[in-house]
Every structure is written in C-alpha cells, then in structure tokens.
C-alpha cells in the first residue's frame, strides 16, 4: 500500500502560518454604512457629514484639506465613483447609466427604503441650513437632502455634485439619487444649501471581522497541536 510521504512539521507550520495571514489581510469589515456621529464609514472610507462643510466654496474646502491646522486637514474631495460605490453600499441599485459614465442619476417612487437614514446619515444640508437660520419647518434631518461637491470636474471651472433627496426645498418630490446634481463653480462661496464629499482611509476597514478572528484562532490552536504532537 502506497503510504503518502510524511509532511514536514515545519511546511505545515509555515502553511498554517501563511493561511492565517491571508486570513487576516483579505477579510475586512465591508457591511451596511456604519454611523459613527461625525462621519460614516463604508468600504474602507470615511464620509465627512456633510453638514461640516455646508456653505463653503470648493476651493476653500480644498486648501483646507491641505492645511495641517484645519480641520478638514487629512480629508480629500470623493470621486463621482466613490460616491456610486457608496450607494450600493446602502443597498440602493440603478438601472440608468448616466452621461458622464457614472450610475446613479434616478428618480425612485415615493418611499424608497434606507433612503432617509442614508441622508441623516451623511447630513441633511437642506435641514441643516433651516435650523442654522431659524427657519421653521416639519422637516426633519433625513427628509430633506444631501448635496455635496465631488472630486470629478464637469468642465473647465466647474465641479458635479452629487444628491440624495426626499424633498427639494421644502417641496415634496419623488425620490432621487444623482451622481451628477448641478454644476458648480469652485470659486463660488454661498452655496448656503450644500456641502462638500469628503473622504478618508477608514481604520475600521482595518479590523479584521468576527469570523476571520475566529479563522486565525483556529490556525493559532492547530499550531500548538501540532507541535504537542511533536513532542
């Protein structure tokens, strides 16, 4: 009977060992856009509220990203992309694929779900502004809208937006996601009801799931088996 050549203890360690390290490298939190107050975090980046920048141009927004007492400083403008990457984060879908080669440029029936927590989530500018001027309104943070500048350039001087809304100015409407809502000269200072994308590395990306802990315990006790066998 053929007899299957004996493994050496110290393959099958450096084995475990290297399975336990793509373990721990590939598997990351990648869920449902987590609410961490100021910011949210999703696919290994965090979305500065846009609130926190409501009512500032987008060239002041960008030197301030690059000032080390800022802020905003170690924050960049998100990409169209990244914001599409975003909303499929949130569980939304597009059938539309928009001019500019992004996705998101629908309108949704009445009630789309998750919508009002994603822009609770990543500020109501519309609220925002009502509240920071003592407007009164019913509307509440989430059923307004979130409307932000982008990294992507429209044309020569100009930048997309991009927006989720419930309502628009106060006017009930179907709702809608756009990748490309407006176009905004970067010199232009009072845009009183939107905000800049703004993004980071997140470390929470960082943190290995539940599972893949679970994963690397499991070589980490096979390991110390195996060399209890050895001895």
């Known amino acids: 009977m053929l007899k299957h050549p004996k493994q050496s203890p110290r ?83 597009s059938n539309n694929v928009c001019s500019n080669g992004l996705i998101f440029c629908d309108t949704y029936d009445e009630g789309l779900n998750g919508l009002n927590t994603a822009i609770a989530m990543l500020g109501d500018t519309y609220v925002d502004y009502l509240l920071d001027n003592n407007i009164a309104t019913t509307i509440t943070s989430g059923y307004g809208y979130s409307w932000g500048l982008l990294a992507d350039e429209y044309s020569s001087g100009y930048n997309n937006s991009a927006m989720l809304s419930d309502s628009l100015n106060g006017t009930e409407q179907p709702d809608n996601i756009q990748t490309h809502w407006g176009h905004i000269n970067p010199n232009y200072i009072n845009h009183v009801n939107s905000g800049s994308y703004l993004v980071r590395n997140s470390i929470l990306s960082e943190v290995p799931e539940p599972a893949s802990l679970s994963l690397i315990f499991l070589g980490l006790v096979s390991l110390v088996l195996t060399r209890r066998r050895q001895s």
């Open 11 to 93: 393959i099958r360690e450096l084995f475990i060992f290297l399975v336990c390290l793509l373990v721990l490298g590939t598997s990351k939190i990648h869920a449902f856009p987590i609410d961490n107050g100021s910011f949210t975090s999703s696919g290994g980046l965090d979305w500065l509220d846009l609130t926190e920048s409501r009512g500032m141009s987008y060239d002041k927004v960008l030197a301030a990203t690059q000032d080390s007492t800022s802020d905003f400083y170690g924050w960049r403008y998100a990409t169209g992309n990244e914001f599409d990457a975003l909303m499929l984060d949130f569980g939304f879908s």
